[in-house]
Nanobody, 121 residues
């Protein structure tokens, strides 16, 4: 079994910074890409940032220049450093990862449980 556990959310004032983490655990042979998505109340879940195993990144236009995604391969953990936060960044942040549990298994997409980020004005 594979689990993704997100942590690090909280309440911060506009202009502040926060770092959220997501650790994958369980039977893991390899991890391909990992990423962060967010969902604000009444809105659809949207892409924030992704990071491939090769180091390629992709950011939504709304967070470019403010957010940085990174990964610790040894810990199977992905991070999202969020700087210059705005009230519109308020959302539940979800992590995901494409994971192969054993060498003979196909890649599967797993999601974490989400962590709340609230930015006050």
């Amino acid at each position: 079994q594979v689990q993704l556990v997100a942590s690090g959310g909280g309440l911060v004032q506009a202009g502040g910074s926060l770092r959220v983490s997501c650790a994958a655990s369980g039977t893991i042979f390899s991890i391909n890409s990992m990423g962060w998505y967010r969902q604000a109340p009444g809105k659809q879940r949207e892409l924030v940032a992704t990071l491939t195993s090769g180091g390629s990144t992709n950011y939504s236009d709304s967070v470019k220049g403010r957010f940085t995604i990174s990964r610790d391969g040894a810990k199977n953990t992905v991070y999202l450093q969020m700087n210059n936060l705005k009230p519109e960044d308020t959302a539940v942040y979800f992590c995901n990862a494409y994971i192969r549990r054993r060498s003979v298994d196909p890649m599967r997409l797993y999601w974490g449980q989400g962590t709340q980020v609230t930015v006050s004005s």
